[in-house]
């Protein structure tokens, strides 16, 4: 992820001065995003990102087949045993409250944090990762641990301690679609965790809820593609078949929601997002959420040109600071695959 989003998630200063400075509102400010027409793009922007993220052919004329109808019936029973729902992700419902109560505590320490830190050599490589990313510009390389910390603060730590945990329940228990579409469902999941964060902080919003909000939506595809994996050989991503996706992601996002302590207004969001949709008016948290998708996909989408024209409307419509934001992650998404 981006090393400047990682200042987002405290109000301790960087030790270094940002490639982006941005001043957080008192209050949160107004914008003129359009829920009915995110509604209206919702679903035909969901077509094109699950086509690129398994790699399958979109067929928007197509009926439901047997093999998609069997599928969502699946989806339905799992929705309606709630025996199932602490096990929809991976090491949920053990791992993640604490990890939240502690990433979320004002009282976590810079010193706390590091010890939790210095037990597992993953989260050491990827603390010395950050600490030695672009945005600290830094002439020599920062080496070890406790320098990389100093550097980082306790907002970095919390960004890599979440980063490290929680990415293995994208891809884990993998089959064939799994294995092919986790590596883009994270580049998807890195891009809408920063955008919504800072579309949440450029309102005077909490930028880490709106970062939680994205992660756990996100992470709802793997619910589906576990269910889709090995069930037909390929998958007719046709119209209605992408809706109904789209909405058991809605729904299992929620579910998850609910497994995870302690509760906020991401839990909140989440709950009105698998009840009623993206409806007419639908809370600030929810229609950010929407935004970040859609241009979360669109700084993946091959097609630069068609992604561009697609998200000028709603960069038109944003906050100087989420314009930014976009501009700063879009070199990145260069076509590599």
């Given at each position: 992820?981006?090393?400047?989003?990682?200042?987002?998630?405290?109000?301790?200063?960087?030790?270094?001065?940002?490639l982006?400075?941005?001043?957080?509102?008192?209050?949160?400010?107004?914008?003129?995003?359009?829920?009915?027409?995110?509604?209206?793009?919702?679903?035909?922007?969901?077509?094109a990102?699950l086509?690129?993220?398994?790699?399958?052919?979109?067929?928007p004329?197509?009926?439901?087949?047997?093999?998609?109808?069997?599928?969502?019936?699946?989806?339905?029973?799992?929705?309606?045993?709630?025996?199932?729902?602490?096990?929809?992700l991976?090491?949920?419902?053990?791992?993640?409250?604490?990890?939240?109560?502690?990433?979320?505590?004002?009282?976590?320490?810079?010193?706390?944090?590091?010890?939790?830190?210095?037990?597992?050599?993953?989260?050491?490589?990827?603390?010395?990762?950050?600490?030695?990313?672009?945005?600290?510009?830094?002439e020599?390389?920062?080496?070890?641990?406790?320098?990389?910390?100093?550097?980082?603060?306790?907002?970095?730590?919390?960004?890599?301690?979440?980063?490290?945990?929680?990415?293995?329940?994208?891809?884990?228990?993998?089959?064939p679609?799994?294995?092919?579409?986790?590596?883009?469902?994270?580049?998807?999941?890195?891009?809408?965790?920063?955008?919504?964060?800072?579309?949440?902080?450029?309102?005077?919003?909490?930028?880490f809820?709106?970062?939680?909000?994205?992660?756990?939506?996100?992470?709802?595809?793997?619910?589906?593609?576990?269910?889709?994996?090995?069930?037909?050989?390929?998958?007719?991503?046709?119209?209605?078949?992408?809706?109904?996706?789209?909405?058991?992601?809605?729904?299992?996002?929620?579910?998850?929601?609910q497994?995870?302590?302690?509760?906020?207004?991401?839990?909140?969001?989440?709950?009105?997002?698998?009840?009623?949709?993206?409806?007419?008016?639908?809370?600030?948290?929810?229609?950010?959420?929407?935004?970040?998708?859609q241009?979360?996909?669109?700084?993946?989408?091959?097609?630069?040109?068609?992604?561009?024209?697609?998200?000028?409307?709603l960069?038109?419509?944003?906050?100087a600071?989420?314009?930014?934001?976009?501009?700063?992650?879009?070199?990145?998404?260069?076509?590599?695959?």
């Open positions: 992820m981006k090393a400047w989003f990682l200042s987002f998630f405290t109000s301790q200063a960087p030790a270094v001065v940002p982006l400075t941005r001043e957080t509102p008192a209050t949160p400010a107004a914008h003129s995003f359009s829920a009915e027409a995110l509604h209206h793009r919702r679903g035909v922007l969901d077509g990102f086509a690129w993220m398994t790699q399958c052919d979109l067929d004329a197509a009926d439901l087949g047997a093999p998609e109808q069997q599928v969502l019936q699946r989806l339905a029973a799992r929705v309606a045993d709630p025996t199932t729902h602490a096990s929809l991976p090491r949920a419902a053990g791992v993640v409250p604490a990890l939240l109560a502690r990433l979320r505590s004002d009282s976590s320490s810079s010193g706390e944090l590091a010890d939790h830190v210095s037990r597992d050599p993953t989260l050491v490589a990827e603390v010395v990762a950050m600490a030695n990313s672009a945005f600290y510009r830094r020599r390389p920062v080496m070890g641990l406790s320098h990389s910390i100093q550097m980082l603060g306790v907002g970095g730590l919390r960004a890599a301690i979440a980063r490290v945990v929680l990415k293995p329940m994208v891809d884990a228990r993998s089959g679609l799994i294995k092919r579409s986790a590596p883009r469902l994270w580049k998807h999941t890195e891009f809408k965790t920063q955008l919504g964060a800072e579309i949440a902080r450029s309102q005077g919003l909490d930028p809820d709106a970062y939680l909000l994205a992660l756990l939506h996100d992470m709802a595809w793997s619910v589906l593609l576990r269910e889709l994996d090995g069930a037909a050989p390929a998958w007719r991503l046709s119209t209605a078949f992408v809706s109904e996706l789209g909405t058991w992601r809605d729904r299992f996002a929620g579910l998850i929601a497994q995870w302590r302690p509760h906020g207004p991401w839990v909140q969001a989440a709950d009105e997002l698998a009840q009623q949709g993206l409806g007419a008016e639908p809370s600030p948290e929810v229609l950010n959420l929407c935004i970040a998708d241009l979360a996909w669109l700084l993946c989408d091959p097609d630069r040109a068609r992604a561009r024209a697609l998200a000028d409307p960069l038109a419509a944003a906050l600071p989420v314009r930014a934001c976009f501009e700063e992650l879009a070199p990145a998404t260069a076509p590599s695959e």
